[in-house]
Structures are given as C-alpha cells and as structure tokens.
C-alpha cells in the first residue's frame, strides 16, 4: 500500500515548500530584455514619479534582470540608467545611480539563491537590498540638505516590493509560452 502521491515532486528533507530546485528556465532572448529596460526607462520619464510614494519601476526591472539575466543586465547598466534619470531630474547628479548600482549589485549578489524562490520569497529577499539602497541615498540627502525628509520614502520601497511578483509574472511570460510549446510538443 504505497501512500506517496505520485504527482507531487519529491522534495529533499529540509527543504522549505517555496523552494523548487527545477524551476530555473533558459535565458530570456537579449531584444526581450533590453527592450523592456529601454521601455520602462521611457515610462519612468514621465511625471507621476513625483508622488513621494510612486514606486520606482526602472529601478524593479533593472534588479529584475539583474537576478535572472546578470550576463546582459549588471552594475554597468545600473549605473548608466541610474545618471540617465539624475539627469532628467536635474536633482543631486548621481543619486539615483548610486541607488540603481547597490540595488544592481544586492541583486547580482543574491541572484543565484533567489532563481530557487517563488517570485513572493524573492520580493521578501529584496526588500531589504531595496531599502538600504534608498536609505543611503535619504541619509546623503538629509546631510546635504541639513534636515530629514521624513519616512515617506518607505512607502515608494514597499510598493516596489510588492510589485516584483507581477514584473516577475510579466517578464517571464514569453519564456513560459515557449516552455509550454516544448511540452505540448514531446
């Protein structure tokens, strides 16, 4: 009387439940990659970014594709789009790319533990890196300036957070349809 569920994966002992050791798919196609960088780079020009809370979605996909593509997407790219949006902001020039760089590199970092996670644990896992990265660039900001901003920033970090499981979902669409056609097909 064999009482394993044969359409369950073994999993290791140990091992949490969030964790899937299989899931890891080939690369995303480069054109997808950076023609999603290049598209939220044009979205993030526009003016709703200046409601404190506004999430910073450049910022999201960069470490996105830091994770999942860090041979394409790196501290270079980071960077360079991080001087991109200083510029367009005409605010504190290099501000936004010393945040996009630590976010790159927190990501590049963890990329390798984080491909094991559900799209939510990566959220939990990145929120920090998210954080510490925005929380340096308000302590560099509150020196300059003589006086704390407040911690209304958090708000902007949270729904960052929040919204790495549906870039995750987004992004990885075209390479789940060309994974179901691989089945569908053997």
């Known amino acids: 009387m064999d009482r394993t569920n044969q359409s369950q994966p073994r999993r290791r002992l140990g091992t949490p439940s969030n964790v899937h050791p299989d899931r890891l798919s080939g690369p ?9 960088v290049l598209l939220v780079w044009l979205v993030s020009l526009l003016p709703w970014r200046l409601w404190q809370g506004a999430p910073d979605v450049l910022l999201l996909i960069i470490a996105f594709w830091c994770v999942h593509e860090p041979r394409r997407v790196g501290l270079f790219t980071a960077f360079f789009f991080g001087l991109l949006m200083d510029v ?29 996670f559900d799209l939510w644990s990566q959220a939990m896992h990145m929120l920090p890196v998210f954080f510490v990265a925005r929380f340096l660039t308000q302590i560099i900001h509150a020196w300059l300036a003589g006086k704390w901003p407040g ?36």
């Open 88 to 116: 367009h902001d005409a605010g504190l020039l290099g501000e936004h790319a010393l945040s996009y760089t630590l976010v790159a590199y927190g990501a590049v970092v963890l990329h390798r533990r984080l491909q094991r």
């Open 28 to 36: 995303a196609h480069g054109v997808f990659v950076w023609g999603t």
């Open 151 to 186: 911690w209304d920033w958090c708000i902007s970090v949270a729904i960052t957070a929040a919204l790495w499981p549906l870039a995750g979902w987004v992004l990885h669409l075209p390479q789940r349809g060309a994974d179901d056609a691989e089945s569908s097909s053997a």
